[in-house]
Nanobody, 123 residues
Framework: QVQLVESGGGLVQPGGSLRLSCAASGRTFSAYAMGWFRQAPGKEREFVAARGWSGEIYYADSLKGRFTISRDNAKNTVYLQMNSLKPEDTAVYYC?????????????????WGQGTQVTVSS
């Protein structure tokens, strides 16, 4: 079992940056693949980025170059650096953890979820 708590969301102007954090507690953090997903109003939850325990990284194609996922196993924390933010990035961002080796980009492969943090990009 692992508990996840996101932070770092807020209101930012278009072109700005935010860094989201997800602190994990419970079982050994390094044993989990960690992912970020987001859900905008009226839309389905979509994959953003994921990073496995051995360093493999996945990004949503539309977000490559603007978003960066990283993890600090010593701090039991995963981060999502978001740059050049656009109004269409507005969503609730969720952190998720998976024990599967095929964790990938599908939400169904993640067993543990945080409560989400709101990101609003607006002038």
């Amino acid at each position: 079992q692992v508990q996840l708590v996101e932070s770092g969301g807020g209101l930012v102007q278009p072109g700005g940056s935010l860094r989201l954090s997800c602190a994990a507690s419970g079982r050994t953090f390094s044993a989990y693949a960690m992912g970020w997903f987001r859900q905008a109003p009226g839309k389905e939850r979509e994959f953003v980025a994921a990073r496995g325990w051995s360093g493999e990284i996945y990004y949503a194609d539309s977000l490559k170059g603007r978003f960066t996922i990283s993890r600090d196993n010593a701090k039991n924390t995963v981060y999502l650096q978001m740059n050049s933010l656009k109004p269409e990035d507005t969503a609730v961002y969720y952190c998720a953890a998976s024990t599967r080796t095929d964790f990938g980009t599908l939400a169904a492969r993640y067993s543990y979820w945080g409560q989400g943090t709101q990101v609003t990009v607006s002038s």
